[in-house]
């Protein structure tokens, strides 16, 4: 029989590779998201979705048609990390999480849903994706965004720690920086691939922040970059494997530099580097990262095999498939 998806957030940059991706195994998939003006339609324009849910309808929709689901999988957020709209980051991020959570739970369907790796912080507690409650509790998030992930992170590990009822499959994903194909209308949430490439193919140089940190050089600050199709591959995994549950990250395993990501897009675009620094702004440099690295044990412990892409091949195939394409949509 036939799998029947729901994506919420479906028309956004990872939701929309998670749809296409299903729509090609042949899945029936829903989506719930917002449109709104401008180009997000494209990311949906190649694939097949039975259905598309206003946001603000989806429990109703659930109530009518929920049965029929074998999965959801939770992409919809704010999720812009300068958001400081306190209430507006419940209502769009905490709260429908929390319904969701709460209907898979007694509908008895597995439920995917995206947590972050802002909810590290400053790093300083490290990036293991125990999802004890006394390890959460050591974790201080920097931003709104972050914090909205980590507090359902921590609602998850108290009802397990007092034995409460769960859907029957359960993983929170912790991304890290992922980028790829369908981030356009992100805007200034775009990578940072997305948004040299057009410098890059202009031969304008690429612009990075000066470093304020002495152990680290100007385009030294380290990223765990992970490409949106290896994210992709996990979670098609962990709906063909529903006997595992958790909170597990998703990156590579492996901190690369922002200098390393501007000279592997102009290596894959044919142009010779040129790169220059500026200050970081100050309204975010108490708040900047200078490293994030996923500890990747936990998922492979759990049983995923698969490899990741190198920075240098996720970037080569982003440019050549898709940036450099008049097309360049999933």
């Not at 729901?6 to 990872?14: C, E, K, Q, S």
């Not at 097949?48 to 929920?66: E, H, K, N, R």
């Not at 999965?71 to 704010?78: D, E, P, Q």
């Not at 892409?309 to 898709?322: F, R, T």
């Amino acid at each position: 029989m036939t799998k029947y998806i729901l994506v919420t957030g479906g028309a956004g940059f990872i939701g929309s590779n998670i749809v296409a991706a299903l729509s090609d195994k042949g899945y029936t998939v829903a989506v719930c998201d917002w449109l709104e003006q401008g180009d997000k339609w494209k990311n949906l324009a190649k694939h097949v979705v039975t259905d598309f849910i206003d946001p603000d309808s989806l429990m109703d929709w659930l109530a009518v048609q929920g049965a029929d689901l074998d999965a959801i999988i939770h992409m919809g957020a704010i999720s812009a990390t300068t958001e400081t709209d306190g209430d507006m980051i419940l209502n769009r991020n905490f709260r429908p999480t929390r319904a969701l959570w709460d209907w898979c739970t007694a509908t008895r369907t597995p439920f995917l849903y995206a947590s972050s790796a802002a909810t590290y912080g400053d790093g300083s507690a490290g990036f293991d994706d125990d999802q004890s409650e006394d390890r959460l509790a050591t974790l201080h998030p920097l931003n709104l965004y972050g914090w909205s992930k980590h507090a359902f992170d921590k609602v998850v590990a108290r009802i397990e720690k007092q034995g409460g009822p769960t859907p029957p499959q359960w993983a929170g994903l912790k991304f890290f920086n992922v980028y790829g194909p369908n981030e356009y209308h992100k805007e200034g949430m775009k990578s940072v691939i997305a948004q040299s490439y057009p410098k890059v193919a202009g031969g304008e140089p690429v612009t990075l922040f000066r470093s304020h940190h002495p152990d680290y050089e100007d385009g030294g600050q380290l990223r765990d970059f992970v490409y949106v199709k290896d994210c992709v591959k996990v979670i098609l995994w962990l709906l063909d494997n529903p006997h595992v549950s958790g909170l597990f990250n998703l990156g590579t395993g492996k901190a690369r530099s922002f200098r390393d990501l501007a000279l592997a897009t102009f290596k894959a675009a044919g142009v010779e580097p040129n790169i220059t620094y500026i200050d970081t702004p100050e309204a975010i440099r108490d708040k900047y990262q200078y490293f994030t690295e996923a500890n990747m044990t936990k998922l492979r412990q759990a049983g995923y095999g698969g490899n990741f892409y190198s920075l240098e091949d996720g970037i080569e195939d982003y440019v050549k498939d898709y940036l450099g394409k008049d097309d360049p949509y999933l």
